[in-house]
C-alpha cells in the first residue's frame, strides 16, 4: 500500500507479531505497528466505528457468536 512512499515502514515481523498479539488478547480491531498505533484513538472514537457498534445491534447474538 506505501510502496514508492518514503516513510518509516514497521518490519514485516513486528507487524506479524502485533497482529498475533491482537489476536490472543481478543481484540476486536488491531493495530498491530507504530503507525497504525497512533491512528487506533481515533478509529475507536469515530463514526465509522459508532455506526459498526449500533448495527450489531440488528445482529442476532447466535450470528454474531459465529463469527
Given at each position: ?44 472514537k469515530g463514526a465509522v466505528k ?18
Amino acid at each position: 500500500m506505501n510502496r514508492g512512499f518514503e516513510m518509516p515502514k514497521a518490519p514485516p515481523e513486528t507487524a506479524a507479531a502485533g497482529i498475533f498479539d491482537g489476536l490472543e488478547n481478543g481484540e476486536e480491531d488491531i493495530f498491530p505497528d507504530p503507525m497504525s498505533k497512533s491512528l487506533a484513538e481515533g478509529w475507536r472514537k469515530g463514526a465509522v466505528k459508532s455506526l459498526e457498534r449500533e448495527f450489531a445491534a440488528f445482529v442476532p447474538q447466535a450470528a454474531a457468536n459465529a463469527a
